[in-house]
């Protein structure tokens, strides 16, 4: 008879320890910058703190000047994925893109486009979003 009640105490005790663990406030602004290669593009990706709703997303590229940089976030555990979102320039080799919508926490993947002179090319990161 003690048996059920204290797995389901132990069951209940293990998921509030994930919730709070998940829902626990974090120390500061973190920010997730991750750096690939693709053809003649070197890219760099920021995110600051990256969360539910609207993001802003930094790219960095060096080599041949891009004309044009989107960003598409992807969640494909759960079959998410958006239209790509126009980067724009924001000083020589940087580009920023906003109101990025991440409806919900879980695993990302940031698709980041380039079109420019050293030809077309992709990059993906990962992006974990609590």
Known sequence: MKRPTLLIAVVALLVAAGATWLLWPSGGAKASTQQAVSG???VQFSADEPRIGGNTFAVSVTGPAPDAVTVAPVMAQMGHAFP????????PGHFRATGVGLPMSGQWEITVSLRG???PAQVVFPLLVK
């Open 40 to 42: 003649p593009y070197t």
């Open 84 to 91: 790509a979102v126009p980067a724009a320039p924001d000083g």
């Open 117 to 119: 002179p050293g030809g």
